[in-house]
């Protein structure tokens, strides 16, 4: 019995000391769901080209990209028939103002990634040309906001908001306060 308590309490205490997922990571899925909804577009074995105009520090989504489309219609060929063009014109991360739970809990930030773009599917009798975009929010603790980027990659990063300074003035105020009130109780009650 005891053993389980032990592994219990030392997943639990895992669980909550998980870095937050990668901005990168996430940008990568956010790609990849606009890349599966451009493959939809296609017929079942209709032949592509593929071209990915990606500019910039962007050119990270290409192999990711790629992959997909591979996975979700094939392989694309120099003679297709139809010609995807797929732009990513923006991604950003955004980090709001900290918010805590309660006094003493741990700053948490929300964080929204956001990325867009736009794609064309470009056949003999017709062209589609759409616009997408892709939003992730979350919450990610302050201390955190290192891990959750990607070193090298700057949009993956954004400038973190800084603490709030009456709450940083505020809990030390706290402890000390009942740290002085612990010690008055502790010695009017001993004297009585």
Same mark, same amino acid.
């Given at each position: ?5 032990? @592994?219990?309490?030392?997943? +639990? ?17 956010? +790609? ?17 080209? =593929? ?13 990711? =990209?790629?992959?997909?489309? @591979? ?12 010609t995807i063009t797929l732009t990513i014109t923006r991604a950003s991360v955004l980090y709001g103002e900290p918010e805590r739970e309660s006094l003493f809990s741990p700053y948490r930030v929300p964080r929204e990634l956001f990325l867009s773009g ?13 616009? #997408? ?12 906001? +290192?891990? %959750? +980027?990607?070193?090298?990659?700057? #949009? ?19 402890? @000390?306060?009942?740290? %002085? ?12």
């Amino acid at each position: 019995m005891r053993r389980y308590l032990l @592994i219990l309490l030392l997943s +639990a205490s895992a669980a909550r000391c998980q870095s937050p997922p990668a901005s990168l990571d996430l940008f990568f899925e956010m +790609a990849d769901s606009a890349a599966r909804e451009v493959a939809t577009r296609l017929d079942e074995g209709e032949s592509y080209r =593929l071209s990915l105009a990606l500019p910039g520090e962007y050119v990270v989504f290409g192999d990711r =990209l790629l992959a997909t489309f @591979i996975e979700e219609a094939g392989a694309p060929t120099d003679s297709g028939e139809t010609t995807i063009t797929l732009t990513i014109t923006r991604a950003s991360v955004l980090y709001g103002e900290p918010e805590r739970e309660s006094l003493f809990s741990p700053y948490r930030v929300p964080r929204e990634l956001f990325l867009s773009g736009s794609f064309a599917v470009v056949r003999s009798e017709e062209t589609v040309v759409e616009e #997408f975009a892709r939003v992730y929010r979350d919450a990610v603790r302050r201390d955190s906001l +290192a891990e %959750a +980027a990607t070193p090298g990659v700057a #949009f993956t990063d954004s400038p973190a908001p800084p603490e709030p300074l009456f709450s940083s003035l505020l809990e030390p105020v706290a402890v @000390i306060g009942a740290s %002085a009130a612990a010690v008055w109780l502790f010695f009017t009650v001993r004297n009585e």
